[in-house]
């Protein structure tokens, strides 16, 4: 898929459909860096609550099965902490992943459709050749669009469905949590978790916002003029 956008007629053809493609190319890159942030933010709020109010009393970020006595040791418990907030980052690191692939895919839709409306917007009179290299980009661009949800639409269902389990458990643990470090990470991790769900509905709803550009620039064009020969 990324190959694709290397190739005709997805790259841009003038300094204008340049410059709408360095913005989106900007954009992606913010939205990656702001989401990789808040998502460290969220892991570093874990386990500040947890060497604050567990580690003490060897409590581990998260209850777990060990074919030993955790509580043996320091050493023990101290490997099997380490342990586990090994796995929340690479965990985060994949989430990270993918989730700012996904909608670094849909911000490349976005960004197709803007400049297939600036294409539709410069074309002039009799320009039949012009007008059938902006049908034939407005085809590409939904076929890669289709192939995007084909590949991904399970596993989102499958994010969905986690990140709505998350919230709703963890939204139970804060009903009796009786530690204020204990409320600000979980609260935190609660918020990464909504914040994950509107992420990926606003950029989503942001892209069929976009395609709606495309009917509205051909009924705005001089298209009564244009006769295929």
């Given at each position: 898929m990324l190959?694709?956008?290397?190739?005709?007629?997805?790259?841009?053809?003038n300094n204008g459909e340049g410059e709408i493609h360095a913005r989106y190319d900007n954009l992606i890159e913010k939205v990656a860096v702001g989401y990789t942030i808040q998502i460290t933010f969220c892991v570093l709020s874990l386990l500040g609550m947890a060497l604050i109010c567990d580690f003490k009393l060897k409590k581990l970020m998260f209850p777990g099965w060990f074919p030993f006595d955790i509580t043996s040791s320091w050493l023990a418990f101290s490997m099997t902490f380490l342990y586990q907030f090994l796995g929340l980052v690479i965990i985060c690191i994949g989430v990270c992943i993918f989730d700012t692939l996904f909608v670094g895919l849909l911000l490349h839709i976005c960004c197709q459709l803007e400049m297939l409306v600036y294409r539709l917007h410069n074309i002039e009179g009799h320009e039949i050749q012009s007008l059938k290299h902006c049908v034939w980009h407005h085809n590409k661009i939904?076929?890669?669009?289709?192939?995007?949800?084909?590949?991904?639409?399970k596993m989102m269902f499958v994010q969905?469905?986690?990140?709505?389990?998350?919230?709703?458990?963890?939204?139970?643990?804060?009903t009796d949590v009786q530690d204020t470090a204990q409320l600000i990470g979980w609260s935190t991790y609660m918020f990464a978790g909504i914040c994950q769900t509107f992420f990926f509905c606003w950029f989503g709803n942001a892209a069929k916002v976009k395609s709606l550009d495309i009917s509205n620039m051909v009924y705005n064009s001089d298209w009564s003029t244009m006769f295929l020969i």
């Open positions: 190959d694709l956008l290397k190739k005709k007629p997805f790259v841009p053809e939904f076929r890669f669009a289709d192939m995007v949800n084909n590949f991904f639409n969905f469905m986690a990140s709505a389990v998350a919230v709703c458990f963890t939204l139970y643990l804060l």
